[in-house]
DNA sequence: AGTTTACTTTGTAAAGC
DNA sequence: GCTTTAAAAAGTAAACT
């Protein structure tokens, strides 16, 4: 009988430890991304729910952790690529976005997919872009999603296409290679993806 | 109006099978030529049928499992002749194995462009994934038939779980009228 | 700039770690 | 869970020309 209520001490407290190292960890990787206090809050929700409902096991503490600040960052509005957050944690951004896809079954989070609309800030202030600038990206990321050319796009891709594409005609130009360095995409995607956005908004080339 | 039924084409049927006799892998493999065996990376033998294309995994159980071929025809086909080359090996293989299609993969084309944006919020969030910054297809889950479809935004789709041609069919009948029904087909 | 190759997703059996 | 096999869809990445 004493056994089991040690045990039950130590499961406890083994509980409550790993609890204290995924909070830690949010934290941590929270501060390195420079994400607000609000969505920290948001993913400890997300991984104190994901524990209630035993999605841990199988997983690493690590692995739920990151995907519940991924998953976090998109419910607020200020999302993170799956490159970004995998930079600032020691899970591999594979594992990363498929711990995210199964704890967003399980816990029916309902998150719709990200509109690349919601990096244009973060990446034209990295770039030094102005008002007008991210104004045009977002006009580009509107029309054209509208006319179909988004469906099974990468959403970073998306707008760093419309950024640099709204550098061009702001006469504010930034390189192919500046806006895919801040928006961790190649510049073979950047090309792709500008050449159909041009395109589809009848700006001759 | 043309059926996208029409467009359906099998690109790959996987089936299993068992020739009732155990065997020495290692033997297999010296005398059986273009055969792949490393039973440290993996415990069947691999070997590969030219006419039809397929790759058969070769199991020290005598189970056998057959990949990549075309149609249930050549399933048929590929695994006959790995039953003889079995027995030109000296090796007992029963008369006519049961063979069972686990899987069959398809591919259609609905006809026109999807908006997946629209079809994953019209479908319901909570029946699909369509996480495009990982996978530009949308992961559609159908309880009957019980397969899984992937769209994409060119209109085209992958249909695979299915374990009869049919099942193909019937999972495009219902992902055209789900669509339809929700006015995303227009 | 554009090409090639390779990887992402889905499902499925097999035997063994 | 992983390992291996096959094939499609289409996007992206790495490595080249």
Redesign the interface.
């Known amino acids: 009988r004493l056994r089991k209520w040690q045990e039950r001490i130590r499961t406890k407290d083994a509980g409550e430890r790993n609890l204290q190292f995924a909070l830690s960890e949010i934290d941590r990787m929270s501060s390195a991304l420079g994400v607000p206090r609000s969505v920290r809050e948001v993913a400890s929700v997300i991984y104190r729910r994901a524990l209630k409902e035993d999605l841990i096991r199988g997983r690493s503490i690590e692995g739920v952790s990151t995907s519940a600040l991924y998953a976090a960052c998109r419910q607020e509005g200020i999302p993170r690529?799956?490159e970004e957050v995998s930079e600032v944690s020691r899970v591999e951004r594979k594992e990363i976005?498929r711990t995210?896809?199964y704890v967003s079954?399980e816990l029916?989070l309902?998150?719709?997919?990200?509109d690349p609309k919601q990096y244009v800030p973060r990446f034209a202030s990295a770039l030094d872009l102005s008002e007008e600038v991210q104004g045009k990206a977002n006009e580009i990321i509107d029309e054209t999603?509208e006319q179909?050319l988004?469906?099974?796009?990468?959403?970073?891709g998306y707008a760093a296409a419309a950024i640099y594409a709204a550098s061009l005609l702001c006469n504010e130009k930034k390189t192919q290679r500046e806006v895919a360095d801040v928006a961790q995409v190649t510049e073979v995607t950047i090309r792709n993806r500008y050449q159909e956005q041009i395109e589809a908004m009848g700006i001759p080339s | 109006m043309s059926d996208p039924k029409d467009t359906i084409n099998i690109e790959n049927v996987v089936a299993s099978t068992g020739i009732g006799q155990e065997l020495d892998l290692q033997s297999v493999a010296m005398d059986l030529e273009g055969a792949d065996y490393d039973p440290e990376q993996f415990p069947g033998l691999v070997y590969r049928t030219q006419n039809p294309k397929s790759a058969a995994l070769i199991f020290r159980s005598g189970k056998i499992v057959c990949t990549g071929a075309k149609s249930t025809d050549d399933v048929h086909e590929s695994l006959g002749i790995v039953f003889d080359k079995l027995r030109e090996l000296q090796i007992p293989v029963d008369d006519d194995p049961e063979i069972t299609v686990q899987n069959i993969v398809t591919s259609a084309d609905l006809g026109r462009?999807?908006?997946?944006?629209a079809i994953?919020?019209g479908l319901g969030?909570?029946n699909i994934?369509?996480?495009?910054?990982?996978f530009?297809?949308l992961v559609y889950r159908l309880d009957e038939p019980k397969v899984v479809a992937l769209l994409?935004?060119s209109g085209k789709l992958v249909i695979t779980g299915g374990k009869q041609p049919v099942d193909a069919e019937h999972a495009v009948d219902k992902i055209v009228s789900r669509l339809s029904e929700l006015g995303l087909l227009d």
Do not use: D
């Not at chain 1, 309902?110 to 990200?114: G, K, Q, R, S, T």
């Not at chain 1, 988004?150 to 970073?156: A, D, I, R, V």
């Open positions: 690529s799956l976005g995210y896809r079954q029916g309902e998150l719709e997919p990200v999603a179909g988004l469906s099974g796009k990468s959403p970073t | 462009n999807l908006n997946l944006n994953a919020i969030l909570e994934e369509y996480e495009p910054e990982q530009p297809g994409f935004g």
